[in-house]
């Protein structure tokens, strides 16, 4: 599997980012949102698992963990939105990248997009979200043409 990109180290990540600027700006035009400000954050497994006990109460790594700083859209007050924070763990970016067998700029979007919609207050907890953001999800991938 050929990528476009190296990984030197976890917090010195060589990707072209082009693609991902891409995925989020259309993320984000989907969801008809504008002024949004958020951040993405590369952790290595020690980290997103402190975070996963602290806040979620699960002792293991993840993949990905948002904290959307709007419990509402009805709590939007000004034209500047501040969405939250996406915690994207690198190893196991990479490691699910092999396990699925597509590429990391796949997973990493894959990632992105899915903390991007949790941030927007999308969820699966139930059968009936997990349908509804999957989907949109895959949607929003295969409109940029990030395919498995």
């Known amino acids: 599997m050929k990528n476009n990109y190296v990984i030197n180290d976890l917090y010195e990540v060589n990707f072209k980012y082009k693609f ?5 700006k259309y993320t984000l035009k989907h969801e008809q949102v504008k002024n949004a400000y958020f951040s993405i954050i590369f952790v290595d497994e020690q980290e997103i698992q402190r975070l996963n006990r602290e806040y979620r109460g699960i002792d293991k790594p993840t993949d990905v963990i948002s904290f959307a700083l709007e419990d509402h859209k009805s709590n939007i007050k000004n034209t500047n939105r501040i969405l939250g924070d996406i915690y994207i763990c690198i190893p196991k970016m990479l490691a699910q990248a092999e396990e699925y067998g597509h590429s990391y700029k796949r ?8 903390g991007l919609l949790h941030l927007l207050g999308y969820d699966h907890q ?3 979200d997990e349908e509804k953001m ?12 990030i395919t498995r």
């Open 134 to 145: 999957f989907k949109l999800q895959e949607l929003i991938l295969n409109a940029q043409n």
């Open 20 to 24: 991902l600027d891409k995925v989020i």
């Open 126 to 128: 139930t059968k009936e």
């Open 107 to 114: 997973e990493l979007a894959f990632l992105t997009v899915h």
